[in-house]
């Protein structure tokens, strides 16, 4: 089966950067200068943030759904990025080189399957995943932090 790897869109968050760190404080939210690469990986651009510079650390409600797996999380987010339009069955270096904590989600939003691989695996895990009808979507999170990395659909 055919999968799409979907980042966030840039224009979500830009609005945030023009915002006093005061501001940014309340809405769960601050500023972090990267200090090591990789280490940063930026939801937008599906690319880890280079030494120096600034990026946004954000609460994130990744799972909206109306359903008991609703949840949101720490993200990063960098300025000024394009926003990342993975190939069909391709993963992004940011993801491929770390281990993925892979959730299955179907049509109601309930989660049907999980597992945990390592970014080099996923491709397959992915492929094999949406083979089950039953699965609709899957999110990807950064298993050791937990962090959302990206949601994943099945191309026909």
Not at 3 to 28: G, K, V, Y
Not at 140 to 149: E, N, Q
């Amino acid at each position: 089966m055919r999968f799409q790897i979907h980042a966030l869109p840039a224009q979500d968050f830009s609005a945030l950067f023009a915002l006093p760190d005061d501001e940014l404080a309340q809405r769960n939210a601050c500023r972090v200068v990267v200090t090591e690469c990789p280490g940063t990986p930026c939801r937008i651009s599906l690319a880890d943030a280079e030494i120096g510079e600034t990026v946004l650390l954000l609460n994130y409600q990744h799972q909206s759904a109306q359903s008991p797996y609703q949840a949101s999380h720490a993200i990063f987010v960098r300025q000024g990025v394009a926003e990342a339009k993975p190939a069909v069955n391709e993963v992004p270096l940011a993801i491929q080189s770390r281990l993925i904590s892979l959730r299955l989600f179907d049509q109601n939003h309930m989660m049907v399957n999980a597992d945990v691989v390592q970014g080099t695996a996923l491709a397959q895990a992915l492929m094999a995943a949406f083979a089950d009808p039953a699965v609709s979507y899957a999110h990807l999170h950064y298993a050791k932090p937990g962090c959302y990395a990206a949601r994943v659909t099945r191309v026909a």
